[in-house]
T-cell receptor
Framework: EPEVTQTPSHQVTQMGQEVILRCVPISNHLYFYWYRQILGQKVEFLVS????????KSEIFDDQFSVERPDGSNFTLKIRSTKLEDSAMYFCATQGVRDSPLHFGNGTRLTVT | RKEVEQDPGPFNVPEGATVAFNCTYSNSASQSFFWYRQDCRKEPKLLMS???SGNEDGRFTAQLNRASQYISLLIRDSKLSDSATYLCVVNNAGNMLTFGGGTRLMVKP
């Protein structure tokens, strides 16, 4: 079964540093998402991306966050200046067609110290 | 009111028991509904989609009640391996899926 792959699996960074989280979507999927889950809390929507642009974003997705698909394959989430409260699991998810289920990657655990 | 609401549990049941979870959602325009399963520190994995007429997949049955805006999941003959957190997921606006907080199930021998 095709998979969504994310790298790295764990990233430790100091407050104020930039991080880039990477995702390789399932090859024929067109819709891409980032979600995050702070330890012990629910999965929260960050942003959706379709046709090389952001479709929707949540209040969490402020100016410190950006997404892009620079080479047509990798889908990246950049956090420009990390804060302690950015520590969470970040999940990439992809979708073949609208309203179909999301397929999640195995996540990147981000720890900001 | 929370967009997607679930009883966090935990539900502690013996092997072989039948257990049911409910979920309520606030957006009456929602069109897509899913149950996901999440193991500790792992990614959510699709358990089943939920259709208006109700649907069954082996020991799992999902029901949708649009009038009351709730979704249910029934697990029959619980196995130890069913222990996990069950996430109710609803498309809340556009193509954005919103997650409930999850219901934790622990199946004991």
């Amino acid at each position: 079964e095709p998979e969504v792959t994310q790298t790295p699996s764990h990233q430790v960074t100091q407050m104020g540093q930039e991080v880039i989280l990477r995702c390789v979507p399932i090859s024929n999927h067109l819709y891409f998402y980032w979600y995050r889950q702070i330890l012990g809390q629910k999965v929260e929507f960050l942003v959706s991306f379709y046709n090389n642009e952001i479709s929707e974003k949540s209040e969490i997705f402020d100016d410190q966050f950006s997404v892009e698909r620079p080479d047509g394959s990798n889908f990246t989430l950049k956090i420009r200046s990390t804060k302690l409260e950015d520590s969470a699991m970040y999940f990439c998810a992809t979708q073949g067609v609208r309203d179909s289920p999301l397929h999640f990657g195995n996540g990147t655990r981000l720890t900001v110290t | 009111r929370k967009e997607v609401e679930q009883d966090p549990g935990p539900f502690n049941v013996p092997e072989g028991a039948t257990v049911a979870f409910n979920c309520t959602y606030s957006n009456s325009a929602s069109q897509s509904f899913f149950w996901y399963r999440q193991d500790c520190r792992k990614e959510p994995k699709l358990l089943m989609s939920v259709y208006s007429s109700g649907n069954e997949d082996g020991r799992f049955t999902a029901q949708l009640n649009r009038a009351s805006q709730y979704i249910s999941l029934l697990i029959r003959d619980s196995k130890l391996s069913d222990s996990a957190t069950y996430l109710c997921v609803v498309n809340n606006a556009g193509n954005m899926l919103t997650f409930g907080g999850g219901t934790r199930l622990m199946v004991k021998p």
